[in-house]
């Protein structure tokens, strides 16, 4: 339900792959190596059995009616250039499938909000071209390359997959990126895998090269209207935080009474900061959800009030270290809770 009540509120609806990840039944790089094509089927990456996935199911089906949400089914296909439909259970029930495809909404959107939503959850994700690590061979012609896909015969090279006339062009030009990709007619998104993080990472996109020139004569065109469209837009950003910051501020005073206002409003602003990848940014806590907001102050006390930065400064490893500082924070928390 914390799954689900998280995706509510950040989105105005929740769907199954919501929970199941939430929950951490199931693993977000899994649902990225589905969504991909890689896997078979969702079911068969979860941590638990079938009979538990039904049950969970069952569970967030209840919730979303006592809630008054609206059932809304869409379609799911793979990011392959077959955009073939996604296959959630190793059986293939229609049943079943239909209860994992069904999304539910918030019932003060409208019914054209209501289709975006829809449109948004089928429309195909982008191909995906891996910059590979490691040595490989393509299951095609026997070469390799740095870029390449992966299909069912196993990696291809891009040439093996006519996609070796695309051009590559780097993120971070948001614009530029979006609209040369508007303008190609084949695409693909270019990832690479993070050892230290543990997940692919964007890196860039492939597009046709006559797209990526009129993209940026477009971009040279309008540059000073966008120049001022960034400062009104980080202007309203600031505007934002401020007052996300200030409610996350109140929500930890709720929490944890006898914290002291001033290090509640220097967690709130340290912790929900944008970009910045902290708890206080993530779905839980945009929500304000309780488990989230406490392990924020948790953070807080672990860094300021113990030995922690310390002993990673000395080489213990961050476990142990958070093992040996765990009292000391459980001591603080529980003195800020009872006051």
């Known amino acids: 339900m914390r799954a689900a009540e998280a995706a509510l509120a950040t989105r105005r609806f929740a ?33 638990v059995d079938a009979d538990r996935l039904s049950a969970a199911m069952r569970l967030f089906r209840g919730w979303a009616q006592r809630r008054g949400l609206r059932p809304s089914e869409t379609t799911y296909v793979a990011s392959t250039r077959d955009r073939r439909p996604l296959r959630f259970s190793a059986s293939g029930d229609p049943e079943i499938e239909q209860a994992y495809r069904t999304h539910w909404v918030a019932p003060e959107l409208s019914e054209r909000e209501e289709e975006q939503v829809a449109e948004r959850l089928s429309r195909p994700k982008d191909v995906v071209v891996i910059s590979a690590l490691n040595d490989w061979t393509c299951a095609l012609c026997g070469g390799t390359g740095s870029l390449l896909l992966m299909e069912d015969a196993g990696p291809v090279c891009l ?37 230290s993080r543990r997940r692919y990472e964007r890196q860039g996109i492939l597009v046709e090269e006559e797209a990526l020139a009129k993209a940026e004569r477009d971009c040279l065109a309008d540059e000073e209207a966008r120049a001022r469209g960034r400062l009104r837009a980080a202007a309203r950003r600031e505007v934002e935080d401020v007052e996300f910051q200030a409610r996350l501020a109140r929500r930890i005073l709720e929490l944890f009474p ?70 000391r924070v459980d001591e603080v928390l529980e003195g800020w809770r009872r006051a």
Do not use: N
Request: aromatic share 4%; with cysteine; glycine share 10%.
């Open 15 to 47: 769907t199954p792959i919501d929970v199941l990840v939430g929950i951490r039944w199931v693993s977000e790089s899994a649902v990225s190596r589905w969504r991909q094509g890689r896997l078979a089927d969702l079911e068969g990456s979860a941590q």
């Open 159 to 195: 040439a093996c997959a006519d996609m070796d006339h695309l051009a590559y062009l780097p993120s971070g030009d948001g614009t530029l990126s979006r609209r040369a990709k508007k303008a190609s007619r084949l695409s693909a998104v270019v990832v690479r895998f993070s050892r």
């Open 258 to 327: 006898g914290c002291p206002p001033e290090r509640a409003e220097t967690i709130a602003r340290h912790t929900g900061a944008r970009g910045s990848g902290r708890v206080g940014r993530t779905a839980g806590g945009r929500a304000l959800e309780a488990e989230a907001v406490a392990a924020a102050v948790g953070a807080s006390v672990r860094h300021e009030d113990t030995s922690y930065d310390d002993l990673l400064m000395s080489g213990v490893p961050r476990d142990r270290a958070r093992e040996r500082v765990g009292p």
